[in-house]
């Protein structure tokens, strides 16, 4: 190494790479013991408030966080209601942020409802629904086919068209 800037960058590069060897990193603070009691009553809640709308008669998923819906979901969601009766909710917080423990209800909410919707309608209800829906999804994103014209043609003789 003949040029003088490559040996200082060369020097530099080795000293940066020595001090952040070094350097102590910071530690992602795992589940303390407070976030796991908070989780399992956020769970029990869900699983509670959701046998009481089964027992209610209330049929009802729900969803947090929103997400984007796949192709389709506006379809599923009809038949839910339409075939089972089961509504469908989408929760959005009105603060900022992200809730772990309503994450938490949810999926108990969720969890218990599918068990009841699967017991009233068959074990494999869901599926169904969801297949049916993306199947009327593809349908109508397919290119209608043009029907031939109901009218008659007229006849051609001679190569002209018979006109009334």
Not at 72 to 83: I, M, S, V
């Amino acid at each position: 190494m003949n040029n003088p800037c490559a040996k200082w960058i060369s020097l530099g590069c080795l000293l940066l790479v020595a001090c952040t060897a070094g350097c102590p990193t910071a530690e992602q603070p795992g589940p303390t013991e407070t976030d796991q009691t908070q989780s399992q009553s956020a769970r029990e809640k869900g699983t509670q408030q959701a046998q009481a709308a089964i027992a209610a008669g209330e049929l009802k998923l729900k969803e947090y966080p929103p997400l984007p819906h796949p192709p389709g979901h506006g379809q599923y969601t009809a038949l839910l209601r339409e075939k089972c009766g089961v509504a469908y909710e989408v929760i959005s917080t009105s603060g900022p942020g992200y809730s772990q423990a309503l994450k938490q209800e949810v999926a108990a909410w969720n969890q218990t409802m599918e068990a009841e919707i699967k017991r009233q309608f068959g074990p494999d209800i869901l599926q169904r629904l969801q297949d049916e829906a993306q199947k009327t999804w593809q349908q109508s994103q397919s290119p209608k086919k043009q029907e031939p014209p109901d009218q008659p043609v007229a006849p051609i003789t001679n190569g002209a068209t018979v006109s009334e």
